[in-house]
């Protein structure tokens, strides 16, 4: 079963705007990742939030966590060209009895020069 | 510093063909996986070795077998191959496996695998 999913499954967005993308899950997490995907490439990881973190910034990266509703966002600020790619979510599952991550399907982001 | 290395970077079978994907990483990494990546599903979790020595069942172990080689080095091994295995497999790497919390992940570019 898919812990995480995100929200919307596809943005298309103008370069310089920014873009926000949602991932809720299920069961209480320790940790919240997010990764991006470049087409035809593997994931590369982004940021990771703890759960007693409400916010993380890197960059151009602004992650926030709600523990209580079971979401997080990933804001890209002055989006780029080159920030075309798609967006996972990961989440350790607790339920599993294993402590492995578990993705999301994704967000596919197209930024428009 | 080349991080995670598959092989191969395409493949066809035939069904009930058998395979190996290889994988390697050079960070001196303790723990390995390998997932598979089918449209709209996400990424799923086929097995993984926490550390030399060790191998578990992931989300959807049914239909292949493993081996942590050594430290650097975690197969995939397709014994009888079926239509339904047609994936995108990523090999990832991290420094450790379970420390209190699940540590940044690392992949490699996958293997784009058919099976007619």
């Known amino acids: 079963s898919q812990q995480g999913e995100e929200d919307p499954q596809a943005l298309s967005i103008q370069e310089g705007e920014n873009a926000t993308m949602n991932c809720s899950y299920k069961?209480?997490?320790?940790?919240l990742q997010w990764y991006r995907q470049n087409s035809g490439r593997g994931l590369v990881h982004l940021i990771l939030i703890r759960s007693n973190e409400r916010e993380k910034h890197s960059g151009r990266l602004r992650v926030t966590l709600d523990t209580s509703k079971k979401s997080s966002s990933l804001l890209i600020t002055a989006s780029r060209a080159a920030d075309t790619a798609s967006y996972f979510c990961?989440?350790?599952?607790?339920?599993?009895?294993?402590?492995?991550?578990?993705f999301g399907s994704g967000t596919r982001l197209q930024v428009q020069p | 510093n080349a991080g995670v290395t598959q092989t191969p970077k395409f493949q066809v079978l035939k069904t009930g063909q058998s395979m190996t994907l290889q994988c390697a990483q050079d960070m001196n990494h303790n723990s390995m996986y390998w997932y598979r990546q089918d449209p709209g599903m996400g990424l799923r979790l086929i097995y993984y070795?926490?550390?030399?020595?060790?191998?578990d069942k992931g989300e959807v172990p049914n239909g292949y077998n493993v081996s942590r080689l050594n430290k650097r080095e975690f197969s995939l091994r397709l014994e009888s191959a079926a239509p339904s295995q047609t994936s995108v497999y990523f090999c990832a790497s991290s420094e450790t496996y379970w420390t209190g919390d699940n540590q940044p992940q690392h992949f490699g570019d996958g293997t784009r695998l058919s099976i007619l």
């Open positions: 990961a989440t350790d599952a607790m339920d599993t009895g294993r402590r492995a991550l578990t």
């Open positions: 070795s926490a550390s030399e020595g060790t191998t």
């Open positions: 069961t209480s997490i320790n940790n």
